[in-house]
């Protein structure tokens, strides 16, 4: 199968959500079904080797990509979702983005002390999301396999509070 170059499909939209962000639209990429099967091929081949016992996506780009990837791994997905979204007990963290702030929660008991996860998004900006995602999996009791983007935006310098982990992106700007 002939692989697309998928930075050809990510659309730039100037301004979005505010002035001055250059939003990197993927929904050009997931439009395309070879394109997404390329990104989902990509992820399953890095990891189909490893003992990964759940996938975290963040809500909601990392959601299109953490499900496919569970189910062909046979892991178990864990959602990560704004405030108000999960109905059990939550953990909850307050993090700063690059236009504003945010929280996100996970369920207290969606994951057993000791888990392997792999956390999925479909970008690292400057890292608040992903490292707030990080320390609910921790708080949860999961231990970070990796954290995986679809984009890096290496500019904003996102790694630098990742740190702790192994981070892997598809694609780089």
Do not use: W
């Not at 791994?73 to 993090?95: F, H, M, N, W």
């Not at 996100?104 to 392997?116: K, N, P, T």
């Amino acid at each position: 199968m002939e692989q697309t170059n998928l930075t050809d499909l990510i659309r730039n939209i100037p301004d979005f959500p505010i002035s001055g962000v250059q939003f990197k639209d993927i929904t050009t990429l997931l439009s395309d079904g070879p394109a997404f099967r390329q990104v989902i091929d990509a992820f399953v081949e890095r990891f189909k080797d490893r003992q990964i016992d759940a996938i975290v996506g963040i809500e909601s780009r990392g959601f299109i990509f953490s499900a496919p990837i569970a189910y062909i791994l046979g892991a178990g997905l864990v959602p990560v979702r704004k405030p108000g979204k999960l109905p059990a007990a939550t953990y909850q963290i307050e993090y700063d983005l690059e236009y504003g702030s945010n929280q996100l929660e996970i369920h207290q008991d969606a994951l057993q002390s000791g888990m392997r996860v792999l956390i999925i998004d479909d970008l690292l900006a400057t890292g608040g999301t992903i490292s707030a995602a990080c320390e609910l999996v921790e708080m949860a009791g999961g231990t970070i396999e990796e954290v995986a983007f679809l984009i890096e935006l290496e500019f904003l310098k996102g790694r630098e509070k990742l740190t702790n982990y192994p981070i892997f992106s598809l694609i780089q700007y």
